[in-house]
């Protein structure tokens, strides 16, 4: 058996490294750390969080795709990070809903990836 401490960092592919970097720095205030430009991949931390965003031109999520990454937000948060999604003319795919006792919202980046707020978290 292999022992996991923690994640290391959870990696999106994009379509433009600059677009995306924008993105995730304006949403959830996310700073750069690491911009390898010419190999196409930066790394973006907020917190114990860290994304690698790794461009790959004419990127696009599958519309069938399931997978997405999870935020945990604040259930007293929860209401304005919504009124933020639709100030920022996102569109949102799934909720707001009811969950294990809280709620959740999806919605998705510039190239579709599907990102979760949700609350309570599973720990």
Known sequence: ???IES?????ITVSD????????????????????SNSGQAFLKMGD??????????YTNSKDSKNCISFY?????FDDAIDEI????????SGPENIRKGQRVVFADPDGNLIEL???KID
Request: aromatic share 10%.
């Open 1 to 3: 058996m292999i022992v």
């Open 7 to 11: 994640i290391n960092h959870v990696g």
């Open 17 to 36: 490294l600059e677009k995306s970097i924008q993105f995730y720095k304006d949403l959830f205030d996310f700073e750069v750390i690491e911009n390898i």
């Open 49 to 58: 969080i860290l994304l690698s965003l790794v461009e790959v031109k004419g």
């Open 73 to 77: 937000v604040d259930e007293e948060d």
């Open 86 to 93: 639709e100030e920022m003319g996102l569109t949102i795919v």
């Open 118 to 120: 949700a609350y309570p």
